[in-house]
């Protein structure tokens, strides 16, 4: 049903930018939350952004606050993650997930396949 493909990203030296797209297809958006993970190597999965679809209100992760942006565009139904100021360790996959309040549980529904973002000196 909700399918999600990232893309965007690639090799950047310390302190470039990025900007990660999120392309999503399915049902209504209107109710979803849709957010951004990372996991690093060796470490446990990370949350780093969330945007609810309809109002457009975010939260973010410590690590990344105020350099960190996402971001969503309803005519194309995309969700974006600009990411400025990136350091060695913003290096991860980075996951797109949407989280449906109507379906069981707590957690995001819905994942992508991930888009490897690696940042070196």
């Known amino acids: 049903q909700v399918q999600l493909v990232e893309s965007g990203g690639g090799l950047v030296q310390a302190g470039g930018s990025l900007r990660l797209s999120c392309a999503a297809s399915?049902?209504?958006?209107?109710?979803?939350?849709m957010g951004w993970f990372r996991q690093a190597p060796g470490k446990e999965r990370e949350f780093v952004a969330a945007i609810r679809w309809s109002v457009g209100d975010t939260s973010y992760a410590d690590s990344v606050k105020g350099r960190f942006t996402i971001s969503r565009d309803n005519a194309k139904i995309m969700v974006y993650l600009q990411m400025n100021s990136l350091k060695p360790e913003d290096t991860a996959v980075y996951y797109c997930?949407?989280?449906?309040?109507?379906?069981?549980?707590?957690?995001?529904?819905?994942w992508g396949q991930g888009t490897q973002v690696t940042v070196s000196l």
């Open positions: 399915g049902r209504t958006f209107s109710r979803y939350t």
């Open positions: 997930a949407v989280k449906d309040p109507v379906v069981a549980g707590n957690g995001y529904n819905y």
